[in-house]
């Protein structure tokens, strides 16, 4: 697996940037309608499958798409064998305390193993160095887990993002949560 965003980069989101992938966004999902037509349909699971996407047979570049409950894209794009999430990205919210800040960010995880029951999950922490002062470093965890129905039309996932920014003295001048974004995304 692996994190598309820059880890320090991330934090310098403004307003325009936040809107701008939005607008990306929202067109994919618009797209991929429309790009997938008739196509994107999946044929009925078998009653006993060997593995839960083996009896499926998916066009390459599969994708699925939804919203958060304060209207933030997701896609999530599955490999042509079913095993894999290829690419999955969203736009969290993040609440900040004690700054009160409240931002959209952009956040991606690729190459997800899907286990036999349609099943995924993923966790990470990592930190990063940054030079705008009084902030000299963040640590972030991130979390994505969900499964995907048996037919693999439709998928329902968590995802979330911690991230505490540190001062120069290592104490934490202010703390980003997203906490626990439940949605669906489907075909």
């Not at 934090?11 to 790009?35: E, P, Q």
């Not at 006993?48 to 009896?55: F, G, K, L, W």
């Amino acid at each position: 697996m692996y994190r598309i965003v820059s880890k320090s980069s991330i934090y310098k989101v403004v307003n325009g940037l936040s809107a701008i992938f939005l607008v990306a966004a929202l067109s994919l999902l618009a797209n991929v309608g429309s790009a997938l037509g008739n196509s994107g349909t999946v044929g009925k699971a078998a009653k006993h499958p060997a593995r839960h996407v083996a009896s499926h047979v998916m066009p390459t570049g599969v994708m699925f798409g939804g919203v958060t409950a304060v209207g933030a894209p997701v896609v999530v794009q599955v490999s042509a064998n079913g095993r894999e999430i290829v690419r999955a990205t969203i736009a969290l919210q993040q609440k900040c305390q004690p700054s009160g800040a409240t931002f959209l960010v952009p956040d991606s995880w690729t190459h997800l193993p899907i286990k036999a029951n349609g099943a995924f999950q993923v966790s990470e922490e990592w930190s990063a160095a940054l030079t705008e002062p009084p902030v000299t470093g963040v640590t972030n965890t991130g979390q994505l887990s969900g499964s995907f129905n048996r037919a693999m039309t439709s998928l329902t996932a968590s995802w979330s993002l911690l991230s505490v920014f540190n001062g120069a003295t290592g104490a934490s001048v202010d703390r980003c949560d997203s906490g626990a974004v439940s949605f669906t995304a489907i075909q």
